[in-house]
């Protein structure tokens, strides 16, 4: 898992640092990567986040995208209930696949590490972070030349996660497939 989260997490890095790699040696404006920031509900980070996502024009209707969040889940999964105290810090990469001018087809899987945090006690509790595999399959609204940003989707996820009963017993990985969807909205800024 933390192989996969690296490989997303190098290939999103020598995307961004290199705004043409997908463009040709053309000037043109259209071919440059498109930066945009966005606040999602819900969505691959479970609660609600901030992201950042840039998107490469491969072709005239095909582009890429990658993306990179973090969000705040103020829940105490024992109780199930809202609790500012215990928190957990998901972060999140994706990559995507999307079809069409400025009406999108997107398609994308990601992954979800998720810290969690007691302020209370003082800092991280347990080694038992989770990790999640978010699928996306939804629309998005972004423009060329800026402006704007909207995205809705299903993002069902595959959650792995450590439980331990007691401290002398073995940690298990539990698996969940749990269906989710999420909204974000935005601002894409213009080409340079």
């Not at 209930?81 to 998901?90: D, G, Q, S, Y």
């Not at 909207?150 to 007691?166: E, S």
Request: net charge neutral; proline share 4%; charged share 20%.
């Amino acid at each position: 898992m933390k192989q996969l989260l690296l490989i997303v997490l190098c290939l999103s890095y020598a995307l961004l640092i290199n705004n043409n790699c997908l463009a040709q040696d053309s000037p043109d404006k259209q071919q440059r990567g498109l930066h945009t920031i966005y606040a999602e509900a819900l969505g691959n980070a479970i609660f609600y986040s901030i992201g950042y996502d840039y998107t490469l024009k491969s072709q005239e209707i095909h582009k890429l995208s990658f993306k990179f969040g973090f969000g705040y889940v103020p829940i105490d999964w024992e109780n199930i209930r809202l609790k500012f105290n215990i928190f957990h810090l998901p972060i999140s990469p994706e990559i995507s696949c999307l079809y069409g001018k400025k009406h999108h087809l997107e398609l994308g899987v990601g992954v979800t590490y998720i810290a969690n945090f007691d302020f209370y006690r003082g800092g991280f509790f347990g080694s038992n972070h989770d990790w999640t595999i978010p699928f996306r399959m939804g629309y998005r609204y972004q423009k060329d030349n800026g402006g704007f940003f909207l995205k809705a989707a299903a993002t069902p996820f595959i959650w792995f996660m450590n439980h331990q009963d007691t401290e002398d017993s073995d940690p298990e990985l539990w698996k969940f497939f749990i269906p989710f969807g999420g909204v974000a909205i935005g601002y894409t800024f213009k080409s340079r």
